[in-house]
Structures are given as structure tokens and as C-alpha cells.
């Protein structure tokens, strides 16, 4: 079986005292897998640091099951931000029999965590199963189709409105 992780790291610039800062290669902040999001604050983010009102703060694990729950608890929604630093957003996404998605504004990642079904990409339609990932760049149209009734999914969105690579 093959076993795929995606780890995210974080470069941060730290008080060192004095006024001073520097950039630092902080631990890991999260890691991807078959077991869902793991991921802890990294070591400069303290109660006392002020973090942008836009900022989700991972305090806990943020697992699919977890993920899930608290999707369920929101009467109907399909997806759920679930944490949020700098351009980095993290939703979970669970569409009901069919994915009503517009093209969106930022490059984006699907990780696939449960169900099959078929992702149409840029007219390009292809099979999908749990552990796989997707790529979408920004404004480009995307949905997923004929799809399980287990299918659900973490989103991943990244980078500068309009993509890293813009389109014409």
C-alpha cells in the first residue's frame, strides 16, 4: 500500500529581543496522511502573540473525523474553513450528490480522504480514491462527479489571488 504525506513548514520571522528579528525554520506545522491533518502551533506563537483576525489558530489535531463533526453541525453546509495562516486556508469539503463548485481564485490542492467517483479538470475528466491529490490552478473549471456517498475531501488553498502562475 502505498502511503503518501504531505508535511507544510513554516518560516516565520521571531523577536530575539531588543526589537530584533529574525527568520527562522520553525517545526513542522502540519502533516497530511491517512490519518488526516496533524498539526500543533509552531514555537513562536504564543498567547501573547498577536495573530490577523483572518488567522484560524490549529490548537488541537485536526483529523477527518473531527473534521466531519463539525461539518455535520453546521445544518447543510458542504465545507467547513477549518484553519487559516498568511494565504494558507484548509477547509474540509463533502458535497452532497452533486459539487456545485465555481472556479475559485487561488491555486488549490484537493487531498481525497474518503469515496471515488470522477474529477473533471479543465475539461479533462479522470478517477479518483481516498489518498489521492489534486491539483487546480486558480480560475480554472473543476468539479467532482458520479461521486460516493462517502466522498468528502480537505481542500487546501494557497498563494496570491489569481494563482502562482496566473492564466491568460
Not at 489558530?57 to 495562516?85: C, N, Q, V, Y
Request: with cysteine; charged share 25%; hydrophobic share 35%.
Amino acid at each position: 500500500m502505498l502511503r503518501l504525506e504531505i508535511q507544510i513548514w513554516l518560516l516565520d520571522a521571531c523577536a530575539v529581543g531588543a526589537g530584533h528579528r529574525k527568520l527562522v525554520y520553525l517545526e513542522k506545522l502540519a502533516s497530511v496522511g491517512p490519518e488526516g491533518v496533524v498539526g500543533r502551533l509552531p514555537r513562536c506563537i504564543s498567547a501573547r502573540t498577536q495573530v490577523d483576525s483572518q488567522d484560524y489558530i490549529m490548537t488541537d489535531r485536526l483529523t477527518p473525523s473531527r473534521a466531519l463533526e463539525r461539518l455535520a453541525e453546521m445544518d447543510g453546509k458542504e465545507f467547513l474553513t477549518l484553519f487559516r495562516h498568511g494565504s494558507l486556508e484548509v477547509e474540509i469539503y463533502k458535497p452532497d450528490g452533486i459539487d456545485r463548485q465555481q472556479p475559485h481564485t487561488k491555486d488549490e490542492v484537493y487531498v481525497v480522504i474518503s469515496g471515488s467517483g470522477y474529477f473533471v479538470n479543465d475539461g479533462e475528466r479522470h478517477p479518483f480514491q481516498p489518498g489521492e491529490v489534486l491539483f487546480v490552478p486558480a480560475g480554472v473549471e473543476h468539479r467532482f462527479e458520479d461521486f460516493t456517498e462517502d466522498f468528502a475531501t480537505w481542500v487546501f488553498f494557497y498563494g496570491p489571488e489569481g494563482g502562482e502562475n496566473q492564466h491568460p
